[in-house]
């Protein structure tokens, strides 16, 4: 891969360990993944946030790079934590300092605390800029509905992206690799967010790392598109889908036809039986401000039953946007959180042990990552289960 005179000087360990460790990262990745040269990035998203799911071996990287002055050289925002400060008195006082730790840590490197695995929301990224995000849900959203251009990044390779400021260029940063490479024809209209969600998921296995066309979807929404494309990412290495007018086709592609049967048989493997829930869980990925105002009309004037948890995960950014919204969804009894979400923080030892949700990518994590039991429904139904 070739390098500038500056990249090959941090190569060399002239600007100190901690770029040093980065440009390894990055020339490792490139040279795997046959990149000829590194190019600029408008921003970093990190991930690898939480203390649940990085452990003590990241968080005594992070201060090693920080001892030896790592800082970031762009823009760049941070995934969700395992706290909130509504979870704080509730968990134990060894885990809330060990992720106040991390976060002080990616405030000295200069990151930004936002947070939220939607950061797009607040910060969305020029049009066919190049970006070094992590969080799949983040790439797909940025790749497809906003024309950015990343690659889906592991948290170490977004976090060395940042500090260098730069991306090997390969994957989705060259235009020949983001065309479609299979065309999916769906027979069938989804009815609302979760069946977009299913629908993703099914064309993530069968896409796998290839690039899906879906033919046939009738005026999605941004957010419906949003839990697509987060199921996409979590059943197949996807990093982006495209949609819409078929005559943007050149190429002939192979053709997979989905129909209502395969989107039933992706609910009842990822919802298999009804039970009563602990906990209804919204937000994954992070409400939008339309999903927040949706939410809050559902529930104004009612009263969330005793038995049962009701979160709601929101950006700091969109908590604050939609004020109003907010105040209705927290008087009806609900907790509105920032920071964290259901998959990244230790449900378990809040004693939560069933959990409805609408988002068919938490439905995938939620039993391997919180030994949790998984009940799929729309916020509509969400909404009459917690409050009729
Ligand atoms: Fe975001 Fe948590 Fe879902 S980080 S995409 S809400 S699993």
């Not at 500038?4 to 941090?10: P, V």
């Not at 360990?13 to 990055?26: K, N, S, T």
């Amino acid at each position: 891969m070739y390098l500038t005179r500056e990249e090959e000087r941090i190569l060399d360990g002239e600007y100190g360990w901690a770029c040093q460790v980065c440009m390894r990262i990055l020339v490792k990745l490139g040279e795997l993944y046959g990149a000829t040269r590194l190019i600029p990035i408008s921003s970093a998203h990190i991930s690898g946030i939480s203390y649940k799911t990085i452990g003590d071996a990241a968080v005594n990287f992070l201060n090693a790079i920080i001892e030896k002055g790592a800082k970031t050289r762009v823009f760049s925002t941070l995934n969700p934590s395992s706290i909130d400060p509504c979870l704080v008195d509730r968990l134990s006082k060894g885990l809330v300092e060990k992720q106040r730790e991390i976060l002080k840590l990616y405030e000295m490197m200069g990151a930004k605390l936002s947070l939220s695995c939607t950061p797009y929301y607040e910060y969305a990224p020029p049009k066919n800029s190049n970006l070094a995000w992590a969080e799949s849900s983040a790439v797909v959203y940025a790749n497809s509905i906003l024309g950015a251009w990343t690659n889906r990044e592991g948290a170490p390779s977004a976090l060395a992206s940042a500090i260098i400021g730069k991306t090997p260029n390969y994957g989705v940063h060259q235009s020949e690799n983001r065309k479609p490479s299979i065309l999916i024809d769906v027979q069938f209209q989804p009815k609302d967010e979760v069946e977009y969600g299913a629908l993703g998921y099914y064309v993530g296995r069968i896409a796998e790392d290839k690039i899906p066309f879906l033919r046939g979807l009738k005026n999605p929404s941004l957010d419906e598109l949003k839990q697509l494309g987060a199921a996409l990412a979590s059943s197949g290495m996807v990093s982006m889908f495209h949609y819409g007018k078929e005559q943007r086709l050149t190429d002939k592609l192979e053709v997979v036809t989905v129909e209502g049967e395969e989107i039933k048989a992706v609910m009842d493997e990822l919802s298999p039986s009804k039970f009563t829930p602990d906990m209804i869980f919204i937000g994954c990925p992070h409400c939008s401000l339309k999903e927040i105002e949706m939410l809050a009309n559902l529930v104004q004037g009612k009263k969330l039953k005793d038995n049962i948890e009701f979160w709601v995960c929101v950006s700091r950014y969109v908590k604050n946007k939609g004020e109003k919204f907010i105040e209705i969804i927290k008087d009806s009894g609900a907790k509105v959180l920032t920071d964290t979400c259901a998959v990244v923080t230790w449900t378990d030892k809040l004693g939560i042990k069933k959990i409805m949700t609408n988002s068919v990518k938490a439905a995938h994590y939620l039993p391997t990552m919180n030994k949790a039991e998984v009940i799929l429904a729309s916020m509509r139904e969400c909404v009459k289960i917690a409050y009729e």
